[in-house]
């Protein structure tokens, strides 16, 4: 008989770690050693559930690729021990940083889920519970003792999404997160469905897990927008050290073909700084050179970046920049799905 699956919940901060003090009326951050005793509804889960967290707990809005390697520390420590993982933090960040650890562990093949809430833990009205106890049912769930999940995900609001494929769309609905470029991998409802075809499957099935913690972070994102000046595009592309752009473009990945504005690219990418193309909308992909305003970007070598969102484009660019490619390989690998998180050409 297999034994039940151990799962480790990761606390680094957010609301949902958050519990209200009836008398002062002020939120204080969430005793987790003590989390089946707070939820009781744990107990019913059929795994034994242990938890850490981080010695001072991070605000989502701090959150930066230190912290990032923190996580991944406690994953990488903790690998062999537990079947799966629940890490919590601020919602308001988490597209950005759950896209980034799907890249900084490589041959993962247990579920890392990610999640958090829009109202604490100990408010009447919380959606922490039902996020909480939801992600650690699909951590747990097994098939022919296999682990259902192998990839990064993030549950929210009944719904689990690749976490690289994710936006958050609302600061103010449950509903708070999309993957528009990509279908849900599970929904919760009386059961727990998951959608099997959609699931990441590992191409190294029984490889090592290899944690990469050093992300290059000598990047930004442009965004485009109607009127923008040469001095803005001018100063962004002249920051010293800059090695990587995020160009968010109109559209199928749009932008204005003014002379000025294909020079000042040109002149970044001969001085070696990746552009990737991502396109400013929800749901999407960039095709370079379906019309006359993408065209003089593609000439120039800007790399689209095809279905990919803002968040996980910005976390692969970070990524690879430090594996020290070549220009040829660079493009290749962005373009390429090396964890679901685009859909190839």
Known sequence: MASKPNILIIYTGGTIG???????????????SRIVEKIPE???????????SLEKPIDSSNMNPNYYATIVTILEENYKKFDGFVVLTGSDTMSYIASAISFMLENLQKPVIFTGSQLPIGDLRTDAKENLITSIE?????????????????????????????????????????????????????HLKFNEPMLYQPNKKGATLIAR????????????????KPIVVQTILEIKNLKGVILETYGSGNAPNEAWFLELLQQAIVKGIKIINVTQCVGGAVIQGHYDTSLGLKSIGVISGLDITTESALAKLMYLLNEGLSAESFVKYFQKSLRGEISEK
């Not at 744990?42 to 850490?52: F, G, H, M, P, T």
């Not at 097994?142 to 690289?164: H, S």
């Not at 913690?213 to 923008?228: R, S």
């Open 18 to 32: 958050m519990i209200k003090d009836y008398k002062t009326k002020a939120l204080k951050a969430f005793d987790f």
């Open 42 to 52: 744990l107990a019913q889960l059929d795994c034994a559930i242990e938890s850490v």
């Open 138 to 190: 699909i951590a747990a769930s097994r098939k022919n003792n296999v682990p259902v999940i192998k990839e990064v995900g993030l549950y929210f609001e009944y719904k689990l999404y690749r976490a690289n494929r994710t936006t958050k769309i609302s600061a103010e609905h449950f509903e708070a997160f999309a993957s528009k470029n990509y279908p849900e991998l599970a929904e919760s409802g009386v």
């Open 213 to 228: 913690k050093n992300m290059v972070t000598d990047v930004c994102i442009l965004k485009l927008y109607p009127g923008i």
